[in-house]
């Protein structure tokens, strides 16, 4: 049975991006309750979240006769508790336990997770006052889809704008992920999106031999390929994943086609290529390699040896994902990455166009970034979108990546 997120909307601007929230997570296999503030009601109509979510929409405490304790009620329905957009007042209330309408009278009563999207001016927003109410809900363990930055409906500049519906969304699964399965991990995913999709991805660094015992490589361990290969798995997919040397253990229910080298990963992406929908190229795959790899052990005591190991040629290996993307088909969707360590949009957008990518996910490296890393920061790039997202897990990553990669194909 599909989960139950009860959305709290409250008395700004912003409650007209809610049914946009309403939809997204309906897209995303979800149930959806509406309560609102009586001042949220001002900004928009009830009928507008019925007509969207086919429910009644909760505002007064004493407006359903047959249900008199429906705060209890509501609570009790929710899989999970999102407030989006949340006042500084309300967020007040939460934090020191007020409740006095339905919203509020609910979220006390609430034992599932709680995720709030604050949205208000500037100013209340960097008041101490809701700065150290944000700060206590955080402490109790309630999520946050932080506010943007941006010019903001009352006339200011600066940080209190709703966070992006995708954003909130993400954010709503990420925690439904983790209340169920406590590890935010594909098994609680609840989209079956890319069910009759192929998707080939690739992942890890590539090993180019230089002898018996060396080789060239970089400090890819897998790990957000492997990510992009479950999630895709999750979601209904059937997934290649090819792979170079890693210590992870692949995700069930992918097909793993092991390589070492960049011509290795050349090849086998050639074999699945032309029958994916979706290409996922998030391998490091080694830019050069060594023009001869000697199949014994150089010495570095034998002269001849030890000047082959310090004056190493290396030729240029393929680039997998422009020779594949060059000769993509309509159908096809194709992701590259761009690991940089300055000009990572510049760089983007330039891979975008030379590799015939359709979308490049942009991430920086080197000084302890993305490399073997748990959580990555990105930015997805297309020919007209620019979406910089928050730090995040890669499976998390991964799962904004094909929510993207469906938004460009619909
Ligand atoms: O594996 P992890 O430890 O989890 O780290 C993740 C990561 C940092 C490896 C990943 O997030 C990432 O950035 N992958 C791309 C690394 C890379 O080689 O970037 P690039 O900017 O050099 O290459 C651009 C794109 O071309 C990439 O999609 C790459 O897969 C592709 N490429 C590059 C060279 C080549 N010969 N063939 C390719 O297909």
Not at 72 to 82: G, P
Not at 348 to 356: E, G, N, S, V
Request: proline share 4%.
């Amino acid at each position: 049975m599909a989960s139950t997120v009860l959305l709290g909307i409250t008395g700004c601007i912003a409650a007209y991006k809610a049914a946009e929230i309403v939809r997204g997570l309906q897209k995303a296999g979800l149930r959806v309750k509406v309560v609102m503030t009586e001042h949220a009601t001002h900004f928009v109509d009830p009928l507008t979240f019925r007509s969207l979510t086919h429910e009644p929409v909760a505002v007064g405490l004493f407006d359903d006769p047959s249900d008199p304790i429906h705060h209890i009620s509501l609570a009790d329905e929710a899989d999970a508790f999102l407030i989006a957009p949340c006042t500084a007042n309300v967020i007040a209330k939460i934090a020191h336990g007020i409740a006095d309408d339905l919203l509020t009278t609910t979220a006390l009563a609430c034992t599932a997770p709680l995720l709030i999207a604050p949205a208000m001016n500037v100013h209340m927003y960097e008041a101490s006052a809701t700065q150290d109410n944000l700060s206590l809900l955080k402490s109790r363990g309630v999520a946050f889809v932080d506010a943007d930055e941006g010019y903001l409906a009352c006339g200011y500049t600066g940080k209190g704008r709703l966070a992006a519906v995708d954003e909130i969304i993400a954010a709503t699964l990420t925690l439904l992920g983790e209340s169920r399965s406590g590890n935010n991990d594909n098994d609680a995913c609840s989209l079956r999106d890319l069910t009759g999709l192929s998707v080939l991805v690739t992942a890890g660094p590539t090993q180019e031999p230089i002898d018996a015992v060396r080789f060239l490589s970089n400090y890819s361990s897998g790990k957000m390929g492997y990510a992009l290969a479950g999630a895709a798995c999750a979601r209904g997919a059937s997934v290649t994943l090819v792979s170079g040397p890693v210590s992870l253990t692949p995700p069930s229910g992918v097909d793993v086609v092991p390589v070492q080298t960049g011509m290795e990963m050349l090849e086998a992406c050639q074999k699945f290529f032309s029958r994916a929908d979706i290409a996922v190229f998030s391998a490091a795959v080694a830019d050069a390699r060594p023009a001869v790899a000697f199949e014994r052990k150089l010495k570095k005591g034998v002269a001849e040896d030890a000047a082959a190991l310090s004056e190493i040629k290396l030729v240029p290996n393929p680039d997998i994902l422009a020779t594949l993307a060059a000769n993509k088909d309509p159908r096809q969707t194709v992701v590259g990455f761009a690991a940089e360590t300055d000009d990572l949009l510049d760089n983007a957008r330039r891979k975008l166009q030379c590799k015939h990518a359709d979308v490049i996910v942009a991430n920086l490296v080197g000084a302890g970034k993305a490399f073997g890393k748990d959580t990555n920061q990105a930015t997805l790039v297309s020919a007209t979108e620019e979406h910089i997202l928050p730090d995040m897990s890669k499976v998390q990553l991964a799962h904004r990546i094909f929510d993207f990669v469906l938004q460009i194909r619909n």
